[in-house]
């Protein structure tokens, strides 16, 4: 047996576990130990040289560590995408975010707003400045802490209108999902996978990546709210 050892971030925390269980069916000589943390602390992690053979992360966050040369250059592999969705608590009314004008209106209307440490929060608070309202409702913003789902926020009560990866927002109780974010300001994630410079067994990882990006996953994806890469 052999055990590959996996780190990534909670965005695709369900679908790998899903996809590992996939991948183990048709070659049982392989286990996956996979552990999803927040993605900032996953990257530190590889960064401070903890023993990893792959690393599944946002492509920019990968290739900030090919850079450095934590992960083997070469060894990307573009998974999937994600996109980012709008959520209320349950019971409340939906706001329109079906055009900009209609998410922007809603984002000025709402009391409280959430997002992550991920890459959904870094472009959606460049939204913000971008549509010249960021000082305006900087004392509204509830950031989650690394690893916390915004959806548990927005069940606590805690955030009127939270934003994330559809794939975390997804089966969170106590909150709906009103839908992505209209395409003229939709924020799409690729998140790789990458042999990380510590793994004894880069072969069995590429291997990995290869089934994971085949046509044999393309529906799990679809299940976990995400597309093919």
């Given at each position: 047996?052999?055990?590959?050892?996996?780190?990534?971030?909670?965005a695709?925390?369900?679908?790998?576990?899903?996809?590992?269980?996939?991948?183990?069916?048709?070659?049982?000589?392989?286990?996956i130990?996979?552990?999803?943390?927040?993605?900032?602390?996953?990257?530190?992690?590889?960064?401070?040289?903890?023993?990893?053979?792959?690393?599944?992360?946002?492509?920019?966050?990968?290739?900030?560590?090919?850079?450095?040369?934590?992960?083997?250059?070469?060894?990307?592999?573009?998974?999937?995408?994600?996109?980012?969705?709008?959520?209320?608590?349950?019971?409340?009314?939906?706001?329109?975010?079906?055009t900009?004008?209609?998410?922007?209106?809603?984002?000025?209307?709402?009391?409280?707003l959430?997002?992550?440490?991920?890459p959904?929060?870094?472009?959606?608070?460049?939204?913000?400045?971008?549509?010249?309202?960021?000082?305006?409702?900087?004392?509204?913003?509830?950031?989650?802490?690394?690893?916390?789902?915004?959806?548990?926020?927005?069940?606590?009560?805690?955030?009127?209108?939270?934003?994330?990866?559809?794939?975390?927002?997804?089966?969170?109780?106590?909150?709906?999902?009103?839908?992505?974010?209209?395409?003229?300001?939709?924020?799409?994630?690729?998140?790789?996978?990458?042999?990380?410079?510590?793994?004894?067994?880069?072969?069995?990882?590429?291997?990995?990546?290869?089934?994971?990006?085949?046509?044999?996953?393309?529906?799990?994806?679809?299940?976990h709210?995400?597309?093919?890469?």
């Amino acid at each position: 047996m052999t055990t590959l050892r996996l780190i990534s971030s909670m965005a695709t925390k369900a679908l790998l576990a899903d996809l590992g269980a996939l991948y183990t069916a048709h070659v049982p000589s392989i286990h996956i130990q996979l552990e999803s943390v927040g993605g900032v602390d996953a990257a530190h992690r590889v960064q401070a040289g903890e023993a990893f053979d792959g690393v599944v992360l946002a492509s920019d966050a990968i290739d900030k560590l090919m850079a450095s040369g934590h992960v083997l250059a070469g060894s990307r592999a573009d998974l999937v995408r994600s996109g980012v969705a709008v959520a209320v608590p349950a019971g409340q009314p939906l706001p329109d975010i079906s055009t900009e004008a209609a998410l922007l209106a809603a984002v000025l209307a709402a009391p409280t707003l959430g997002y992550s440490t991920g890459p959904s929060g870094v472009q959606l608070a460049k939204q913000f400045e971008a549509w010249g309202i960021a000082e305006h409702i900087k004392d509204r913003i509830v950031q989650a802490k690394p690893g916390v789902p915004v959806g548990t926020l927005v069940a606590q009560g805690e955030v009127a209108l939270g934003f994330q990866q559809l794939s975390e927002m997804r089966g969170v109780p106590g909150i709906t999902v009103v839908g992505g974010l209209p395409q003229a300001v939709e924020i799409i994630t690729t998140f790789s996978g990458s042999v990380a410079a510590t793994s004894t067994q880069p072969e069995a990882v590429q291997a990995l990546w290869a089934f994971w990006r085949s046509a044999a996953c393309t529906a799990l994806k679809l299940q976990h709210g995400m597309q093919a890469a």
